[in-house]
Structures are given as structure tokens and as C-alpha cells.
């Protein structure tokens, strides 16, 4: 199963929803299917444009290593030599950092990733598991 247009506008919504909630700085967030082909995205007002790469980034490493960001990054400061392998094997669009979050149907099947950007890794993840729960789906950061 992947994930719906529906659902994927959902979490972008409700994501954003957060950030503005918590006075973040602009976000852009991506929300990637179960084999990694971008879904939806979407880049508030006042983001860099440079922020879909990043977006993207932190989405396609989670769903491609099968690791959340907090994961990638725990991974790549025990084994930088991993992560920059694994990083050039999917062409330097790894972000190894958190605002990368695996997404689970009630099951706990993988069904896809979201990627935020624009405010800290942790306040991005924040903003990702909101979209993600407002879904009726399960995150992993």
C-alpha cells in the first residue's frame, strides 16, 4: 500500500498548521510514497527555494535506508563512512538529520516519508509528526 493524494495533503496542511502554531520560521515540506516518488509538496511563503532538495533529502534517505532521520543521524556520527557510502550510492540526496519521518499505516506497513525543512531538525520532525497524526497514520523519527 502507498500513500494517498488525500492523506499526503493532509499532512502537508496539518504540518504547516504546526509550524505556524509554534512561530517556526517558513517550512516546506515533501511527502515521499513507499518507493520514494514525491507525492506532494509544498514550500510556504518566505522559504529558500533550495528548501525542496533539503525536504527531499531528509524524505528520500528515510524511505530509502529504511532509518528515520534521528536514526541517519545517530548512524552517520558511529559510521560516517556508512552514510557518505550510502549517500553516493542514491546520488548525494541523502540529509542525514531529523524532519526525516517514516510513515505507517495502522498495520505498521510502510506506506511513506515526509520531509521538513525551514526551522531546527527537531522542530521540523515536530511539524512532521503533526501532519502525520492529523492523518490517521503513525510516524517514526
Do not use: C, W
Request: proline letters at 3%; charged letters at 20%; hydrophobic letters at 45%.
Amino acid at each position: 500500500m502507498s500513500i494517498s493524494l488525500r492523506k499526503a495533503r493532509t499532512i502537508i496542511r496539518k504540518a504547516l498548521e504546526k509550524g505556524r502554531e509554534m512561530e517556526l520560521k517558513p517550512l516546506s515540506v515533501v511527502v515521499l510514497d513507499a518507493g520514494g516518488h514525491v507525492q506532494a509538496f509544498e514550500r510556504e511563503d518566505g522559504a529558500s527555494p533550495g528548501r525542496f532538495a533539503i525536504a527531499h533529502g531528509k524524505a528520500y534517505g528515510s524511505v530509502m535506508l529504511g532509518l528515520a532521520g534521528t536514526a541517519q543521524m545517530a548512524r552517520a556520527e558511529q559510521q560516517a563512512y556508512f552514510m557518505a557510502a550510502a549517500n553516493g550510492v542514491f546520488g548525494g540526496n541523502v540529509v542525514p538529520v531529523p524532519g526525516g519521518v517514516l510513515v505507517r499505516d495502522k498495520k505498521g506497513a510502510l506506506v511513506a516519508a515526509v520531509g521538513v525543512t525551514g526551522d531546527t531538525s527537531d522542530n521540523d520532525a515536530a511539524a512532521a509528526m503533526a501532519g502525520i497524526e492529523a492523518a490517521g497514520l503513525s510516524g517514526e523519527i
